[in-house]
């Protein structure tokens, strides 16, 4: 029943976009904060994106920042993650984590199984 799906990664060239989506199904996402983090091949899982409940700001690892891109849609349940102007470095399988909700004591989070990007010619 509850589920965190990511979908859209894959091969790309360096300098590609991809669209990553994460799809939250058996909970709302609405009253939580998002965010993407990923894990590079041999290295720890580090936080790359990050959008509020509340307002709906953001913040980015300095690595991504001003070419990724999150934002959601609370109708639709759904966060996403545009990457743009990919590099080799930025190879990892990113997940997406639903923070506890803002409105209900004692919250958990949630993980989706990850997808993987791979940036390479």
């Known amino acids: 029943q509850v589920q965190l799906v990511e979908s859209g990664g894959g091969l790309v060239q360096p300098g590609g976009s991809l669209r990553l989506s994460c799809a939250a199904s058996?909970?709302?996402?609405?009253?939580?904060?998002m965010s993407w983090y990923r894990q590079p091949p041999g290295k720890e899982r580090e936080l790359v994106a990050f959008?509020?409940?509340?307002?709906?700001?953001?913040r980015y690892a300095d690595s991504v920042k001003g070419r990724f891109t999150i934002s959601r849609d609370n109708a639709k349940n759904t966060v996403y993650l545009q990457m743009n102007s990919l590099k080799p470095e930025d190879t990892a399988v990113y997940y997406c984590?639903?923070?506890?909700?803002?409105?209900?004591?004692?919250?958990?989070?949630?993980w989706g199984q990850g997808t993987q990007v791979t940036v390479s010619s």
């Open positions: 984590n639903a923070g506890p909700s803002r409105t209900t004591w004692a919250d958990r989070a949630y």
């Open positions: 959008i509020t409940s509340t307002d709906d700001s953001t």
């Open positions: 058996g909970f709302s996402i609405r009253s939580r904060a």
